[in-house]
């Protein structure tokens, strides 16, 4: 932990999320146990699948109800293809869902969502405006999703430039709890969109490097780095492995 924060309330953290696919689920269960052990969370940021999960739960919805947001996705909401000039698929059904389901629920927390700025390559790290908007294009996977427009400017998966977008957060008068979910797979094959994920991961874990040594708690679910992206079945395991890593972690303050 930083040496300036040693004297600091342990139960008051920030917390920052990795992207996933459907292993960010683990987030949720590294939740569930910061809420059992009375932990406060004053900021939250996420990435692509985190930043679902940082969007949902900085506007005080609970475990339960994000787990029921997940679940009313499905296959045909991720793979609704529409023909675009930089991509065959669209997260429009996904961004839909999210503005029927938060309406006009209030912010609770701070939140922070990490996107990649197409033009610059560089990470930008939205905490005002359209939010909705921001996370969406933090999913935004090129080349499978298009990019995303806002403010006249070109937004991709924030995965690209930071997966693990605890930056900003570190630096606040707050012990960081930062959760990975991506690890590399031990297995893997050849085709073509294997090979592709796969270098998506070796991209991600050259930058958790930097991601880790910030976080005062690096919470690694490592148990999970065979679940398939968009795997729900897995759902109900891998929350439960993000607890039991949390416990394993946390309890060790």
């Avoid at 996420?46 to 999960?53: F, Q």
């Avoid at 990490?114 to 996370?135: F, P, Q, W």
């Avoid at 679940?227 to 039991?244: A, P």
Wanted: aromatic letters at 12%; hydrophobic letters at 40%; proline letters at 2%.
């Amino acid at each position: 932990m930083a040496k300036d924060k040693k004297d600091l309330n342990l139960k008051e953290v920030t917390l920052t999320l990795s992207g996933g696919g459907i292993r960010t689920a683990a987030s949720l269960g590294v939740i569930k146990y910061l809420e059992e052990n009375n932990y406060e969370v004053k900021m939250i940021s996420g990435t692509s699948g985190g930043a679902i999960i940082a969007l949902l739960y900085g506007h005080g919805f609970s475990i339960k109800e994000i787990e029921e947001f997940f679940f009313t996705i499905n296959k045909w909401d991720l793979f609704n293809f529409k023909f675009r000039f930089n991509s065959i698929l669209s997260l429009n059904k996904i961004e839909r869902k999210l503005r029927a389901f938060i309406k006009n629920k209030e912010q609770k927390i701070p939140i922070q969502i990490c996107v990649t700025n197409i033009e610059t390559g560089k990470a930008e790290y939205h905490i005002k405006g359209d939010l909705i908007k921001s996370t969406i294009a933090s999913c935004s996977l090129l080349p499978y999703f298009s990019s995303i427009e806002i403010n006249k400017k070109f937004f991709v998966d924030g995965g690209y430039s930071d997966n693990l977008p605890n930056k900003k957060l570190y630096k606040l008068n707050y012990p960081n709890i930062s959760v990975n979910v991506n690890n590399l797979p031990k297995n893997f094959s050849h085709k073509k969109d294997s090979l592709h994920r796969r270098s998506l991961f070796i991209l991600t874990q050259s930058a958790m490097k930097r991601a880790k040594k910030r976080a005062d708690f690096f919470i690694n679910i490592d148990s999970i780095s065979e679940i398939k992206l968009f795997d729900f079945k897995s759902f109900d395991f891998v929350l439960e492995q993000g607890y039991i890593k949390a416990k394993e972690i946390l309890t060790k303050i």
